[in-house]
């Protein structure tokens, strides 16, 4: 009994586990905005710098900052005022010339202080100088290493400025849809047994027929999650596009694409329609199954990679490593898939139960 229902309870611990962590573990200190973003050279500026989930307060006394353009390019902060727990001036002599031989230059921002840790923001500011000059440059930018950083204590995930708490639905949106294909790869399984049977066998007496059919009607209940599964992960990608790309639609390349594999799996169910007979709707059912997910691997993982898009993992665009995927999130991440996962198969289970008793309510007469 434990062995054949303590994989539910196991799914079911596991979700309660990612929604858990993935609602209440606090994100890391980071940088919200600066003002002004876009500065000329030689020039004393005074930023306001917008931090998030920081105390500034509590770290005043040790705070430092500093413009980065490069590692051997560094310009300290000559001034730093603490506001309030969020809000900070900082101010920074900018020299006349750049070490760069380009007109516009992007710095990265850096703060530091023991309570929050160091925390930065790429390509805050963009520094425009009128002329080049590589030779007085070098004499305004001694060699300087930015040492002696603080770490933050604590479990925490990434800060991303375009994300912020957003970057929670990866452990939603993301495992729905790596829950979908894993579902429809079980129906490619089920479909495919059931036309080797079909093929292997002369004459199928009752209960083998019965047994054949099995394995469309488990088919039929792994795509139906599946499709579930999928609408949800796109209805959650759409708040998510909402959020951090300004529209629920913006004919992103993996939007459009995701959007024609749900359709042709939709489909299957209006293919199901056409026929009455049990066998023939088992075995064309079970040939387009195997057509949905071939035609599948081209639009989700293929042509989304063939041009630029603004899901990660797509145009130069990483996904899966660095600050968008620490080893913190995996910790949540990865067991978001197997416990989606498992509901999944769960769900599939229940609905094959529902169509074996409906198919023997119809056989009594009902």
Known sequence: MILKHGWKALGAAILIYTFVAGLLIPLKTGVQSIIPQSIQSGRNVSFRVQGYNTQYLAGAPEMRAWLKMDDDHVLAAFQILVQNDRELKVGFQIPFFLPTDKKVQDFTLIIDNPVDGAHILPSAVFVT???????????????????????????????????????????????LWFAMILLFLGAVFYSGRHLFRLSYRNKITTGEDR???????????????????????????????????????????????????????????????????????????????????????????????????????????????????????????YPAIIGWTLLGLWMSQISFRIERLKERWLESGG
């Open 129 to 175: 100088q009128d002329s080049i000059n590589m030779a007085l440059a070098k004499m305004y930018w001694p060699p300087e290493k930015i040492e002696g950083l603080h770490e933050k204590a604590g479990i925490s995930f990434p800060f991303r400025n375009i994300l912020a708490e957003t970057i929670r639905n990866t452990y939603y949106h993301v495992p």
């Open 211 to 333: 047994m054949t059919l099995d394995d469309d009607r488990m088919s039929l209940s792994l795509i139906r999650t599946g499709v579930l599964f999928g609408i949800l992960g796109l209805l959650t990608g759409m708040v998510w596009a909402k959020n951090t790309w300004g529209a629920y639609w913006s004919g992103d390349i993996k939007q459009n694409m995701t959007a024609i594999c749900l359709l042709i799996y939709m489909a299957y169910f209006v293919l199901r329609q056409a026929y009455e007979d049990p066998e023939q709707r088992a075995r064309i059912a079970s040939v387009y199954a195997l057509f949905a997910f071939a035609a599948m691997i081209p639009l989700l993982f293929v042509i989304p990679r063939l041009t630029d898009s603004l899901h990660p993992g797509n145009g130069g665009n990483p996904a899966m490593g660095g600050e968008d995927l620490d080893n913190t999130m995996r910790m949540v991440f």
